[in-house]
């Protein structure tokens, strides 16, 4: 019995963990099977990404979770959950947080619905300039969100082309139509952002659908969209899915047109005001790990219920 206890005591795991992770190194270094050199042709691809991870990823995050449990302003020491008492308990971060998913759940929603048509059109069609077409449609991918809210009150801003055709049009003053720096005019700048996203994404799967199946649908009889229906759209729902995840994430993470359009306060734009002078470090540092755990969480079920493949 004393034996077995021996066995199955800490130090005795402790030494054959030590024992694995010393074999493994030598197996590395000195591989001899051609398994071997494969799997340290596998760690030298890996290495300079896993060091990143660390010093970019793991280390700076570590340090957050820290903060956001200390007892002192700017210094990580104690442990108190006040910060997240105050995330959950109070009704104005609770709104922060309803605001973020609604905003991101609705833009997400409106974003795949018109990639899946162009990514439709740019893929089963010879469309004139279909060059010029995917640059227009990945072309937002390149621009800073302060940028695209820009873009947004040059349009839809009180002194904007698309108000002041619309005033000139109907009579209306350009202060009644303009809607730039309201909830839809943000809704409408976050779309702008996401739908290219999605797109490539979609793109990528329409390329893998088998169109020997379209066409025999076709044959039967079947009308475009019934073959759509019932023919494409089972084999692009894995890139659908993958599209839903990816611009979700992007409608959390948004900032960038959020500090051009502060109409709706959001978790990030919230998260920025606390890291001001005179706001809570803790509470900030908190914000922080709940939206990395909320959004590490949604990709990890998003993924493991579905055959997705999403890009970080």
């Known amino acids: 019995m004393s034996d077995r206890h021996a066995e199955n005591s800490p130090l005795s795991t402790l030494r054959a963990l030590t024992a694995r992770v010393v074999g493994a190194f030598e197996t590395v270094a000195n591989p001899v099977t051609e398994r071997e050199r494969e799997y340290r042709r596998i760690v030298a691809l890996c290495a300079p990404f896993s060091v990143l991870l660390f010093v970019a990823g793991l280390y700076p995050l570590s340090e957050v979770v820290r903060i956001s449990v200390s007892t002192a302003q700017y210094r990580s020491v104690g442990f108190s959950l006040d910060a997240y008492a105050t995330l959950f308990g109070d009704p104005y971060y609770r709104q922060v947080a309803f605001n973020s998913l609604w905003l991101a759940t609705g833009t997400t929603l409106v974003s795949v619905g018109l990639a899946v048509p162009i990514a439709h059109a740019l893929e ?96 039967l009889g079947a009308t475009p969209f019934e073959t759509f229906r019932y023919v494409t759209l089972p084999q692009i729902r894995p890139g659908i899915t993958g599209a839903l995840i990816l611009t979700f994430r992007t409608g959390l993470a948004i900032f960038g047109t959020l500090v051009v359009i502060q109409t709706l306060v959001v978790w990030t734009l919230q998260l920025s005001r606390e890291l001001g002078v005179g706001y809570d470090v803790q509470v900030a540092g908190a914000m922080a790990t709940v939206y990395f755990a909320f959004t590490f969480l949604f990709t990890v079920l998003g993924l493991r219920y579905t055959s997705a493949e999403v890009g970080i």
């Open 124 to 219: 089963k069609y010879d469309l004139p300039g279909e060059d010029l077409l995917v640059t227009l449609v990945s072309f937002p991918i390149s621009l800073p969100g302060i940028v695209a809210a820009f873009m947004i009150l040059v349009l839809f801003g009180n002194n904007g082309v698309v108000t002041a055709v619309t005033a000139a049009l109907t009579g209306a003053r350009p202060t009644d139509l303009a809607f730039a720096v309201s909830v839809p005019g943000l809704f409408v700048a976050f779309v702008y952002s996401m739908v290219p996203r999605a797109t490539l994404i979609l793109r990528g799967t329409y390329a893998e659908v088998d169109s020997a199946a379209e066409e025999a649908a076709q044959a």
